[in-house]
């Protein structure tokens, strides 16, 4: 016989039990990257990305409301988001931090629109930054891709609240 959910009445005062409960999904890591308005370059770990549609081509991301990054991606026309390979924890650590260059020392290419394409990511999409949708406490981007690229490798995914190789 089945026995009931450990939780079938979910406590909501407590949101870090519901954030324990998503990270029980595994995802895949990606680095958002664009520039400010002095161009400079501006990147951050996120991963909450997903495809919407094929045609056209596009794809989500979100970033919380009351982040101090959120306007550099308002503001400009375009991102690019690297997905992660297995190999590049210390990449998607280094973006989550605080630290004051995040891409000091880092390779990267330029895309077509001038932003940073990361080396070694799995796959990059070139985005026009299409639309935004306040939700709750984040802000859902969806992104029109005009280019891509990507190559076969296993990707870094996170789970549990850390990064793991698949």
Not at 18 to 44: H, K, M, N, P, Y
Not at 72 to 97: C, D, G, K, M, W
Not at 123 to 144: K, L, M, Q, T
Request: aromatic fraction near 12%; glycine fraction near 6%.
């Amino acid at each position: 016989m089945n026995q009931p959910s450990k939780a079938a009445t979910p406590d909501f005062s407590d949101p870090r039990a519901f954030r324990t409960a998503l990270s029980q999904f595994a995802t895949g890591v990606t680095i958002i990257t664009t520039r400010d308005e002095q161009g400079e370059f501006f990147g951050l770990t996120a991963s909450s990305f997903n495809s919407v549609s094929l045609t056209p081509p596009l794809v989500l991301w979100s970033l919380l409301q009351n982040a101090r990054s959120l306007p550099f991606f308002t503001s400009n026309s375009h991102y690019v988001i690297n997905v992660l390979s297995a190999e590049q924890a210390p990449l998607a650590e280094r973006f989550a931090s605080r630290i004051e260059n995040r891409f000091e020392g880092v390779p990267y290419d330029l895309s077509e629109t001038g932003l940073p394409i990361l080396s070694g990511s799995a796959a990059w999409f070139e985005c026009h930054n299409r639309s935004r949708y306040p939700e709750g406490d984040h802000v859902i981007f969806v992104g029109e891709v005009e280019r891509f690229a990507y190559e076969a490798k296993p990707p870094l995914l996170y789970h549990g609240g850390k990064f793991i190789s698949a």
